[in-house]
């Protein structure tokens, strides 16, 4: 898996906003890594939902 960045749709990166600023990096990483674990091509609050439980643990 590469280290690049996934692209997140709009929606999505509101949310980030929401995070705390001093975990949002981490938090950022933890859902990139996710969604590309799963195989997904972009973040989507869809996928953040889905997997929410999963992202939090």
Same mark, same amino acid.
Do not use: Y
């Given at each position: /898996?590469?280290? *690049?960045? !996934?692209?997140? =749709?709009? *929606?999505?990166? @509101?949310? !980030?906003?929401?995070?705390?600023?001093?975990?949002?990096? /981490?938090?950022?990483?933890?859902? *990139?890594? %996710?969604?590309?674990? #799963?195989?997904?091509? @972009?973040?989507?609050?869809?996928?953040? =939902? %889905?997997? @929410? #439980?999963? !992202?939090?643990?």
């Amino acid at each position: /898996m590469n280290n *690049e960045s !996934l692209p997140w =749709d709009e *929606e999505a990166l @509101k949310r !980030l906003e929401k995070i705390p600023a001093f975990v949002r990096s /981490m938090a950022k990483g933890k859902i *990139e890594q %996710a969604a590309k674990a #799963a195989g997904e091509s @972009k973040v989507t609050v869809e996928f953040m =939902d %889905a997997n @929410k #439980a999963k !992202l939090m643990g």
